[in-house]
C-alpha cells in the first residue's frame, strides 16, 4: 500500500517562503514519477510541477505562473519529495497535493493530473496580500 503524506504548509505573508514536503512510504521513492498540484476552493487540481524518477540529475517542469520561484527536488534516499516557495503571492493559496506515478521509464515527468495513481490528502497553503 502506497502513502503520500504532506507536510509544511502554513499561512504567510507576500513575499515570503515555504517549503513542502511529501513522504511516501510503501514502496521506494525512485520507483515513481511525483508531481505537486494545487486545488483552490471549489475548482479542479491544477498542475505545479512534476519531476522524473531521476536523482540529483532528474528532469523537472513548472507550471508558468510558479515558473523561477517553486522548486521540485527529490531524495530518493529517504523516500521524500520537496516543492520550495519563493516569492509567495496570494494566487498560490490552496491545498497542495503531491501525487506519484509508477510504471514509466526513467526520464518522464507526469504533468496530467489523471495520469497519477497515488495521491496525498494535502496540505493547505495560505497567502495572505
Known amino acids: 500500500q502506497v502513502q503520500l503524506v504532506e507536510s509544511g504548509g502554513g499561512l504567510v505573508q507576500a513575499g515570503d517562503s515555504l517549503r513542502l514536503s511529501c513522504a511516501i512510504s510503501?514502496?521506494?521513492?525512485?520507483?515513481?514519477?511525483m508531481g505537486w498540484f494545487r486545488q483552490e476552493s471549489g475548482k479542479d487540481r491544477t498542475f505545479v510541477a512534476a519531476?522524473?524518477?531521476?536523482?540529483?540529475?532528474?528532469?523537472?517542469r513548472y507550471e508558468d505562473s510558479v515558473q523561477g520561484r517553486f522548486t521540485i527536488s527529490r531524495d530518493n534516499a529517504n523516500n521524500r519529495i520537496y516543492l520550495q516557495m519563493n516569492n509567495l503571492k496570494p494566487e498560490d493559496t490552496g491545498v497542495y497535493y503531491c501525487?506519484?506515478?509508477?510504471?514509466?521509464?526513467?526520464?518522464?515527468?507526469?504533468?496530467?493530473?489523471?495520469?497519477?495513481?497515488?495521491w496525498g490528502r494535502g496540505t493547505q497553503v495560505t497567502v495572505s496580500s
Open positions: 519531476i522524473s524518477r531521476g536523482g540529483a540529475n532528474a528532469g523537472t
Open positions: 510503501g514502496r521506494t521513492l525512485s520507483m515513481f514519477a
Open positions: 501525487a506519484a506515478k509508477g510504471g514509466v521509464v526513467f526520464a518522464t515527468i507526469v504533468t496530467d493530473a489523471d495520469s497519477y495513481t497515488y
